[in-house]
């Protein structure tokens, strides 16, 4: 079965640093670009970023460069958002997004994951 | 980047039809996407490449393109198709999704 499961959410004080982690299975994860997307409570789906297959072409929105990066490690399987200097504004679920075969579409997405940004 | 446009909400009773527009100056440029989003779930592909579905996805569900306006059209709605719906498409930029649009059955 094709999974994707985050982890790292949680509670955070304003600009505060979070890890998110994102755990592929099911599917040749080293063969797909991956991407993170973001709902605030009560609001629509924002995109975040996305890396491509092997590392490179990495695209962010605007609201987020500098502040987070995009990583992954093909050996596990694994995708990451390192999150910086968090704003009250980031207080959002976090899914973790599986590219379509070459597609910009997301095809799999996890659960998610919640960061809450808060003093 | 751009935005993409969707009205709010629509309104349909089981059965009819239902159509969900999307509208964006950079929509003749790129092939848009559908998603459907159920409460406390994760988004669903429903259309890719503006009007082709994925294995599993009902015929009720179609998309279609005119213009600078793209639409999804749900035939013969059911009462499980009450659902918030985006519409997302790409540039060299990144990934832009629409403003969303919640279907109600009546």
């Known amino acids: 079965e094709v999974q994707l499961l985050e982890s790292g959410g949680g509670l955070v004080q304003p600009g505060g640093s979070l890890r998110l982690s994102c755990a592929a299975s099911g599917f040749t994860f080293s063969d797909y670009a991956m991407s993170w997307v973001r709902q605030a409570p009560g609001k629509g789906l924002e995109w975040v970023s996305s890396i491509g297959d092997r590392g490179g072409g990495k695209y962010d929105a605007d609201f987020v460069k500098g502040r987070f990066t995009i990583s992954r490690d093909n050996s596990r399987n694994t995708l990451y958002l390192q999150m910086t200097s968090l704003r009250v504004e980031d207080t959002a679920l976090y899914f973790c997004?599986?590219?379509?075969?070459?597609?910009?579409?997301?095809?799999?997405w996890g659960q998610g994951t919640m960061v809450t940004v808060s003093s | 980047s751009y935005e993409l446009t969707q009205p709010p909400s629509v309104s349909v009773s089981p059965g009819q039809t239902a159509r969900i527009t999307c509208s964006g100056d950079s929509l003749p440029k790129q092939y848009t996407y559908w998603y459907q989003q159920k409460p406390g779930q994760a988004p669903v592909l429903l259309i890719y490449?503006?009007?082709e579905r994925p294995p599993g996805i009902p015929e009720r569900f179609s998309g279609s393109f005119s213009g600078t306006t793209l639409t999804l059209t749900i035939s013969g709605v059911h009462a499980e198709d009450e659902a918030d719906y985006y519409c997302q498409s790409a540039d060299s930029s990144g990934r832009v999704f629409g403003t969303g649009t919640k279907v109600t059955v009546l």
């Open positions: 490449k503006d009007s």
């Open positions: 997004a599986k590219d379509f075969d070459g597609d910009h579409a997301f095809d799999v």
